[in-house]
């Protein structure tokens, strides 16, 4: 049995501890925004957030996340009330097909959350890991840097 926390909701699930945290959160808990790539950790469609960190959820075993909270773009805001990096993807159109988005989006916040003013050259390090076979890298690199224009000027109105 594992415990695991995903989107701040608590789940006990009985499955094999190597299993693939992306399988369980696709097929466990029905959380489709994670995709299913290459599955082999080299494209980043598989995105999600382990505590702080963003990791590439097909090689990783669910038994690594047990305990820590996982976060995946549904976690990052709603139709009604999108978080800013979701926003921010809309409002730039950074999709074409979609299927790389989310994965983009985790990787995005990871990288926000601890930096809020990315340099560009900070931008596209950060995302490196993440591919994009339709090649709106462009597209969503500007969505980035207006997620972090909101994220900054949400952080300034409070004070921090
Ligand atoms: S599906 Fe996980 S990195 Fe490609
Ligand atoms: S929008 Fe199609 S793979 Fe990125």
């Known amino acids: 049995m594992i415990n695991l926390n995903v989107n701040g909701q608590q789940h006990q699930i009985e499955v094999d501890p190597r299993t693939p945290l992306l399988y369980v959160l696709r097929n466990e808990l029905k959380l489709n925004a994670a995709k299913f790539g290459c599955g082999l950790g080299q494209c980043g469609a598989c995105t999600v ?17 047990a305990g820590r909270p996982v976060r995946t773009a549904e976690g990052l805001g709603t139709i009604e009330n999108p978080g800013p990096v979701q926003r921010a993807f809309m409002e730039e159109q950074a999709a074409q097909c979609g299927y790389c988005i989310p994965g983009m989006m985790m990787r995005a916040q990871a990288l926000l959350e601890r930096n809020s003013s990315p340099s560009e050259a900070e931008i596209r390090t950060a995302m490196q890991p993440n591919l994009c076979r339709c090649g709106t890298h462009m597209r969503i690199l500007r969505a980035i840097r207006r997620a972090a224009r909101a994220v900054s000027a949400s952080a300034s109105a409070q004070g921090q």
């Open 49 to 65: 957030l382990i505590g702080s960190s963003a990791v590439f959820s097909c090689v990783t075993p669910v038994s690594v996340a």
